[in-house]
């Protein structure tokens, strides 16, 4: 890990436990598959609904979401999406934290999930009441929190950001003079501070998805594909990062393959952001960043186990019942609803969708 650049105050709290559950796929048959499409479809009709799926999700759900006038893009511009969008109802393909935003953002509007449990190890790594705590320690710090948080942790919060908007918000809080208490991904955090030179103390989670990427692999893949680019998402560690050519959010990632004029490249991010990069760019040769080798444990093997939970039948089903209703207390919800907007104002000032770092 490269050394922490001067201002950097690192915070030593005690690891959190959570269960990660195993990453499973629905399968389908051809039948069922055809059978559940038109449902949903007829469904979404019947509800006023509209579909907004994340990257990462099963390229059905995606699929499903472009065929019928929803969206699929970044956790921002989900968010975005769903609060311009005038459906009644909004079908969140993603994880927990996604719908509470989605919530937050719309009281007025029903949020549907295809599985509550779809949760994040950021969210889980970060429970509200150790971090009010946290917070309380060190009231002279600006709170910034990333988006992968409870609606809790968020209600305590001066901002939110993305991966796809967090080095502006911080260089903009840097401008200011601010010192900043940033929750909960630390490779994220770290990496915002080495670019920004930010005085920023860092909470200790990290995706279980991205930190399985390993640096050392990575290095020999790159040897066997010296032209290849290597694009990672930031929640991915300092020794993979380092390695980049970009560092950016999921849709910085998609059009980057598609802008740059390489013609390989070496992706380290969520594998369910394959589809729509095909999509993009079919032209272009993709290649896995390593999970394996040494010392690997594959907990994920690139593929987010909670955004796997989504699938068709059970986005059918929360349709069908009005079941998986995402539900945020409202003094929370009101509290909460604080950074996400201000995030969202911050980035229409800047006329611009900021997706990430490009060295290319
Ligand atoms: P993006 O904001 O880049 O879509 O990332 C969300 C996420 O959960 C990445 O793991
Ligand atoms: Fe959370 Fe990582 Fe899954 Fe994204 S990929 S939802 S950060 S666990």
New binding site residues.
Partial sequence: MPAEPHGTVTAVLPPQTFHVPPTVVEVLGEEERHALREEIKALLVRENAVLVA???TDPELQALADETGGHV??????ARFGHEHPARTLVVA??R??GETAKILNPEKRVLMPDLKAE?S?DLGCPADAFAAFCDQHPDRTVVVY??TSAAVKARADWMV???SALEVVRHLKAEGRKILWAPDKYLGHYIQEQTGADMLLWNAA?I??EEFKGQELAELRAQHPDAKVLV???SPPSVISQADFV??????IKAVETLPARQFIIA??KGIFYKIRQAAPDKVLIEAPTAGHSATCRSCAH?PW?AMNGLRKLAAALRDGSNEILVDAKIAQRAAVPIKRLLDFSADQHTVIYGNNDA
Avoid at 73 to 78: F, I, P, R, V, W
Avoid at 248 to 253: D, L, Q, R, V
């Fill in positions: 994340h990257y990462y893009s970044d956790s921002l511009d989900m993603g994880v934290f996604m994040c950021l988006a992968n993305t991966s796809g995706c998805v991205h998402h930031p929640e950016g959010s999921t849709s910085g990632i991010t969520d987010c955004m």
